[in-house]
């Protein structure tokens, strides 16, 4: 089992997370109110299983949080339950872990936020709800009947 590699970056009232993952095959991500995020798929020629679980600093809003799967990434904006500016993204304190890394190209420092670009233009229309991607069921969404291949030999 291996770690994605993770960047984030800040608002005052959301978090962007990116899961960087090239080609990830069944991934299952869960976001729960008290700022718990799982995350797991596998990925590569070798279907390496990667898993992420870590609790990040504030409580968040599952019901208003986003994600959009794409071929090279996971992007997710979790919205922050009390506005406010977190001081590190994972509650534990001390270093954060090597895998997780800030994502300078989305980075505003605090009081540069109201100046910055927003991101809010970012078109979170073509984003999901969160708590379509619950990691508790056992049913995959690929795992409809397929017919059997034919041996030709």
Request: glycine fraction near 8%.
């Given at each position: 089992m291996r770690h994605p590699e993770?960047?984030?970056?800040?608002?005052?009232?959301?978090?962007?997370?990116?899961?960087?993952?090239?080609?990830a095959k069944n991934p299952?991500?869960?976001?729960?109110?008290?700022?718990?995020?799982?995350?797991?798929a596998t990925a590569g020629l070798d279907n390496q299983q990667y898993e992420l679980d870590v609790e990040l600093f504030g409580k968040v809003n599952v019901d208003a949080s986003k994600i959009n799967i794409g071929l090279r990434h996971?992007?997710?904006v979790i919205e922050k339950e009390d506005k406010g500016w977190w001081k590190r993204l994972l509650k534990p304190e001390g270093k954060s872990p090597p895998y997780i890394k800030v994502d300078w190209n989305k980075w505003?420092?605090?009081?540069?936020?109201?100046?910055?670009?927003?991101?809010?233009?970012?078109?979170?229309?073509?984003?999901?709800?969160?708590?379509?991607?619950?990691?508790?069921?056992?049913?995959?969404?690929?795992?409809?009947d397929l017919p059997e291949l034919e041996n030709k030999s």
């Open positions: 993770v960047v984030w970056a800040q608002r005052t009232d959301k978090v962007f997370l990116t899961v960087e993952l090239p080609d299952k991500v869960k976001l729960e109110p008290e700022g718990k995020f799982t995350f797991s996971i992007f997710v505003v420092d605090e009081d540069e936020e109201k100046d910055a670009p927003s991101l809010d233009n970012f078109d979170l229309g073509g984003m999901d709800d969160l708590t379509k991607f619950d990691m508790g069921g056992d049913q995959d969404s690929d795992d409809e």
